[in-house]
């Protein structure tokens, strides 16, 4: 079993649409969550970062952390079309360094 | 505040062939990283480095790759020989720190897509 799992997607929505974007986890030692986007052929950049359960909004995103779940969630609130992007979940276990991804979700919403 | 500076941006070589990397960090950041990116896949770690010393090489194939950080700046990441599942972005990324929080966001460069043939 991975330890993290995304659904690779691809997802595609018409503009305007709430997106949901989720990974699931095992290991409990998992402490930080952090939402990455991808644009083609460019860098991951950071979107979203939430350290213990709950959410976190930022504009129109949303972050969901479900701990006893093993669940994280990305919400896009009245998607654009500028959010076309490959979408990469993230967490590490604080003192560790190491990020560990998902595989990302290729998203696309059109005009 | 100028980002990751990768290059080259696109390299193809054939197998068995040798083939480095180099990036350039966000000044002032003392954690360096090195990420492959396999086509539909997520990047995996394969090297970090806080200022000049290793902090985890544990996902890297040692037997063909290397890496270098420079005076704790710079960084070049070697491959001798290439083999065809090298295949991959090598992605750059740096840090201030090296815990988790927002003061350790990674920061990525765009990346050095290979192609091995």
């Known amino acids: 079993q991975k330890e993290v799992e995304q659904d690779p997607g691809p997802l595609s929505v018409p503009e305007g649409a709430i997106v949901s974007l989720n990974c699931t986890y095992s290991?409990?030692?998992?402490?930080?969550f952090m939402w990455y986007r991808q644009y083609s052929r460019k860098g991951p950049e950071l979107l979203m970062y939430?350290?213990?359960?709950g959410n976190k909004e930022d504009g129109r995103f949303t972050a969901q952390v479900d701990k006893s779940s093993k669940y994280i969630s990305l919400f896009i609130r009245d998607s654009q079309p500028s959010d076309s992007a490959t979408y990469l979940c993230?967490?590490?276990?604080?003192?560790?360094?190491?990020?560990?991804f998902g595989k990302g979700t290729l998203l696309t919403v059109n005009p | 505040e100028a980002g990751v500076a990768q290059s080259p941006r696109y390299k193809i070589i054939e197998k068995r062939q040798s083939v480095a990397f180099w990036c350039n960090p966000i000044s002032g950041h003392a954690t360096l990283y090195w990420y492959q990116q396999i086509l539909g896949q997520g990047p995996k770690l394969l090297i970090q480095f806080q200022n000049n010393g290793v902090v985890d090489d544990s996902q890297l194939p040692k037997d063909r790759f290397s890496a270098e950080r420079l005076k704790g700046v710079d960084s070049t990441l070697k491959i001798q020989p290439a083999k065809l599942e090298d295949s991959a972005v090598y992605l750059c990324a740096s840090s201030l720190e090296g815990s988790g929080g927002r003061r350790t966001t990674q920061y990525f460069g765009a990346g050095t897509r290979l192609s091995v043939l």
């Open positions: 993230a967490m590490n276990k604080g003192s560790n360094y190491k990020l560990t």
């Open positions: 290991n409990s030692a998992f402490q930080y």
């Open positions: 939430t350290y213990s359960s």
